[in-house]
């Protein structure tokens, strides 16, 4: 049986019972998406104070990837239409991934290589990609960083979600498309690192992997989330 899929967001107001939320329009950030929700069906203005947990709720006949928020009372929040992702002419595609911010324990961090023929080839990236359906997200993630590093790692904590919409990038699809990728990020350690390996079948996103000491990172081609992910603080074990 196909699974339908959806990605949804949800929050719930301090000392209260019942969580609200639903899909998230294509091309929306995830956190514009719950204050429009909450407004749209509550008529409460709201303002999002961190993400809460990210997983999906599978059944037989649907897989849904849910974010869940933090949010509190917001009065100053200034109510209007959220814009999504411009419309154009494209296919649409809307996926969820999962990535990580992976050191081991001296402090190197772990990169893999995007190969040719796919977005960002050439640049490095966080290890990861999008969750298969029947998956939850950390087990996606764990999952690709072997694939594509050859490493076993361990969840340390969920950093936050990202999204980003990229229009007209030629893919593996062979055509443009008007993609939207919702991607938890997550902080990963890697407590007996070996010499990293690419073990996923040939024809795969990624072209090789390494690890860097971060005072080489500013010296690399580097996607944006990358960045984002070396520049929080780091966390004590």
Known sequence: MTRTRVITVYGRLPGATDEIGGPIRHGEDPAAA?????RESAGVSVAVSGVR????????DRHEDRVLFDVE???ATVLGEEESAAESELPKGQRFAAYGFVTDLAGRVLLTEIARGFPGAGRWHLPGGGTDVGEQPAEALLRELYEETGQRGRIVELLGVTHRCSQGLVGPEGYPMNWHAVRALYRVLVPEPSAPSVTEAAGGSTAAAAWFEPAELAGLAVT???QWAASL???AE
Not at 34 to 38: I, Q
Not at 53 to 60: G, T
């Open 73 to 75: 009372p917001d009065s």
């Open 53 to 60: 947990d990210v997983l999906a709720l599978i059944s037989p």
């Open 224 to 226: 944006e989330v990358v």
């Open 233 to 235: 603080p780091a966390t």
């Open 34 to 38: 719950v204050v429009r929700l909450f």
